[in-house]
T-cell receptor, first 114, second 110 residues
Framework: EPEVTQTPSHQVTQMGQEVILRCVPI?????FYWYRQILGQKVEFLVS????????KSEIFDDQFSVERPDGSNFTLKIRSTKLEDSAMYFC????????????FGSGTQLSVL | RKEVEQDPGPFNVPEGATVAFNCTYS??????FFWYRQDCRKEPKLLMS???SGNEDGRFTAQLNRASQYISLLIRDSKLSDSATYLC???????????FGKGTKLSVKP
């Protein structure tokens, strides 16, 4: 089965630093998403991306966050100035077409902000 | 009211038991429903979609009651490998954003 690939699997950073989390969605997919999961809590929607622009974002996705698809294959999530509360598992996901179709998740990047 | 609510459990059951999980959702306009499974520190994985008529996949049966905004998952003949957290998921909006419940933890014991 095709896979969504995320790197790195673990990222440790100091508070206030910028981090970029990288994802390679499945090649013929059109819809891209970032979710996060704080330890012990539910998976939360951050942002969806379609046709080279953000299609929807949650209230979590404030000005500190940005997404890019710079080269048609990578899909990145940038956190400009990390806070302790940004520590979480970040999942990238992609879907080929219609909303009812299967969403493929990457294995996640565990971000630890110290 | 939370968009998707689940009993957090944990449910501790012996092998071979039948166990049922429930979920309610608040947005009556929701159109698509799923059960996902999540193992510790791993990504969610699709277990099955939930259809209005109810559907079965081996030992797993999912039901949807739109009038009550209620979704259920039944697992028959539980295996040790069924131990995981089961996530009730609803699609919101035209972009297909998944809204997750907090999950119900299942532990199947020998």
């Amino acid at each position: 089965e095709p896979e969504v690939t995320q790197t790195p699997s673990h990222q440790v950073t100091q508070m206030g630093q910028e981090v970029i989390l990288r994802c390679v969605p499945i090649s013929n997919h059109l819809y891209f998403y970032w979710y996060r999961q704080i330890l012990g809590q539910k998976v939360e929607f951050l942002v969806s991306f379609y046709n080279n622009e953000i299609s929807e974002k949650s209230e979590i996705f404030d000005d500190q966050f940005s997404v890019e698809r710079p080269d048609g294959s990578n899909f990145t999530l940038k956190i400009r100035s990390t806070k302790l509360e940004d520590s979480a598992m970040y999942f990238c996901a992609s879907r080929r077409d219609r909303p009812g179709e299967k969403l493929f998740f990457g294995s996640g990047t565990q971000l630890s902000v110290l | 009211r939370k968009e998707v609510e689940q009993d957090p459990g944990p449910f501790n059951v012996p092998e071979g038991a039948t166990v049922a999980f429930n979920c309610t959702y608040s947005n009556s306009a929701s159109q698509s429903f799923f059960w996902y499974r999540q193992d510790c520190r791993k990504e969610p994985k699709l277990l099955m979609s939930v259809y209005s008529s109810g559907n079965e996949d081996g030992r797993f049966t999912a039901q949807l009651n739109r009038a009550s905004q209620y979704i259920s998952l039944l697992i028959r003949d539980s295996k040790l490998s069924d131990s995981a957290t089961y996530l009730c998921v609803v699609i919101r909006g035209s972009q297909g954003n998944l809204i997750f419940g907090k999950g119900t933890k299942l532990s199947v014991k020998p």
